[in-house]
């Protein structure tokens, strides 16, 4: 086990894309094995030290800045155990925390297996992807993480080790969730009564329901109630081939018109499980802004678009003639730009999937320029309630004169703002609509993170979607699995 203490050698894991300062820590350990990460974990709790559990550094809500303590990087725990193909081509992986999204996807995708979660950032570890339940532009059509993950082993803050298959266990009708444990003894922990938001994504807070599997729960829980040392996940038959486009529109009626048909359409065709039928696995959203930025390394985008819509569909050699059919009629009823793009080849499909994810990079060189705090918003409301959050977005932004983008997963109601301050007024002013867009999506239905989680960054914003005893009840559920609240101090809990 490898042990940092030099200032400099730690200070790169004293930070992530969330751009948080003022981080520090005693020390960074790098596990090798589960058995070096129960020494650490039993260690520090023994010696009450604060233990921030570090993934790769992509997340956005400062979860892995530690305020103390020591650091506990996953980044040796980068092991791809098994890859196992079922006979139906389906299939399960066995993965340390520290194995890089993008090198499970390649190497299950050799089997001709899918993993379907697809955050943004490739080089995001499975690890943090199970912290905040991570989703993506897939996320549409097959769910985030949580929906595959089959089992979990996870180092408890009192150094036991506990093994964990989906199916194991169920909390009580009482609301209570009892784990044995290796010892003879049994941990007891009381649900939050609060209900979950109705919306196709949500990355805030303990995940809540009646009955439901403890597995779930520590998916999503960002570091607070374990240590996740080994995953199972779960695999899908990867499809034979994939559709998919870029479209462009001249007004956003026509844009959300479009997504309105092509979601509807999808899902109707998904529950029926009717073969070879429009069904996108992504819709994903640009706005006027968004396509101005993108211009400066994409100028063959129509000067006269007003927004865009990326989509995938997964095709086979018997539907994809009628499929791209289908969608060139669906984009010619909406009045789709002539110039909008399409591809159904593995070469032209990764270039429309580059411009998709070029926005972010786009962004986040902005931030790094004018040396401002990043103003983002990963709120996500119900389908009823889409059309008004995306107004007050719109009129809001345009009315102050502040730089702005709005982007991302419109299929799952759930688009990112980015506010894009050049000095400190613009700052101040960023955050003060931010806080507006939280309480319309709080008074709404919605959720303070659909796919990001909350972490730091954004804890102290949970008092508009949760009651003071709804908190209280989520630090009850913490002190039952951390009596002395060494994991990732700060993370959702004070």
Not at 50 to 56: E, K, M
Not at 115 to 123: A, F, I, L, R, V
Not at 137 to 166: H, Q, S, W
Request: hydrophobic share 40%; net charge negative; aromatic share 8%.
């Amino acid at each position: 086990m490898l042990v940092k203490t030099h200032s400099d050698e730690i200070q790169s894991y004293l930070s992530d894309a969330s751009y948080m300062l003022g981080g520090y820590a005693d020390r960074v350990a790098l596990p090798e094995t589960i058995s070096d990460v129960v020494e650490i974990v039993s260690a520090a709790n023994q010696a009450r030290s604060p233990l921030t559990i570090s993934g790769a550094g992509t997340g956005t809500v400062g979860g892995r800045v530690a305020f103390g303590g020591i650091v506990l990087a996953t980044d040796k725990l980068d092991k791809i155990s098994a890859v196992i193909k079922n006979g139906d081509g389906t299939g399960q992986a066995i993965v340390g925390p520290g194995v890089v999204l993008s090198e499970l996807q390649q190497t299950v995708e050799k089997e001709n297996l899918l993993y379907p979660p697809d955050p943004t950032e490739k080089g995001c570890f499975i690890g943090g992807n199970v912290a905040t339940n991570a989703s993506g532009a897939r996320t549409f059509k097959y769910g985030p993480t949580r929906n595959y993950i089959n089992r979990l082993k996870i180092v408890l803050a009192n150094g036991e080790l506990l093994d964990l298959r989906r199916g194991d266990l169920h909390a009580g009708s009482d609301g209570v969730i009892r784990i044995p444990l290796a010892n003879g003894e049994s941990l007891e922990a009381r649900l939050p009564k609060y209900q979950m938001p109705h919306t196709r994504k949500n990355a805030t807070g303990y995940f809540v329901k009646p009955g439901m599997d403890v597995l779930d729960l520590f998916i999503g829980s960002e570091g607070t109630l374990g240590v996740v040392v080994e995953i199972e996940v779960r695999l899908i038959a990867r499809p034979e081939g994939l559709l998919s486009g870029v479209v462009f529109f001249e007004r956003e009626a026509d844009v959300l018109e479009f997504v309105g048909d092509a979601r509807a359409r999808s899902l109707k065709n998904r529950f029926s499980a009717k073969s070879g039928a429009l069904d996108a696995r992504a819709l994903e959203f640009f706005d006027r802004e968004s396509l101005n930025f993108l211009r400066g390394k994409y100028p063959t985008v129509p000067e006269t678009a007003v927004g865009a819509i990326f989509f995938e569909q997964e095709i086979d050699a018997n539907s994809e003639d009628a499929l791209l059919t289908e969608w060139l009629a669906l984009t010619e009823a909406h009045q789709a730009s002539s110039d909008s793009w399409f591809a159904n080849n593995a070469h032209d499909h990764e270039r429309l999937r580059e411009f998709r994810h070029q926005l972010p990079v786009l962004m986040n060189e902005w931030f790094a320029r004018y040396e401002q705090r990043k103003v983002s918003t990963d709120m996500a409301v119900p389908d009823e309630e889409f059309a008004g959050m995306l107004r007050l977005y719109r009129e809001t932004l345009e009315s102050s004169g502040l730089r702005h983008t709005i982007f991302g997963h419109i299929g799952d109601n759930h688009v990112h703002v980015n506010i894009l301050p050049r000095d400190d007024v613009e700052g101040a002013r960023a955050r003060e609509l931010y806080v507006e867009f939280l309480k319309y999506a709080a008074a709404h239905g919605g959720t303070l993170s659909a796919e990001h989680g909350v972490g730091k960054l954004k804890r102290d914003y949970l008092k508009y979607f949760y009651s003071d005893e709804q908190l209280q009840e989520m630090v009850a559920l913490k002190r039952a699995f951390d009596p002395n609240f060494i994991l990732s101090p700060g993370n959702l809990i004070k």
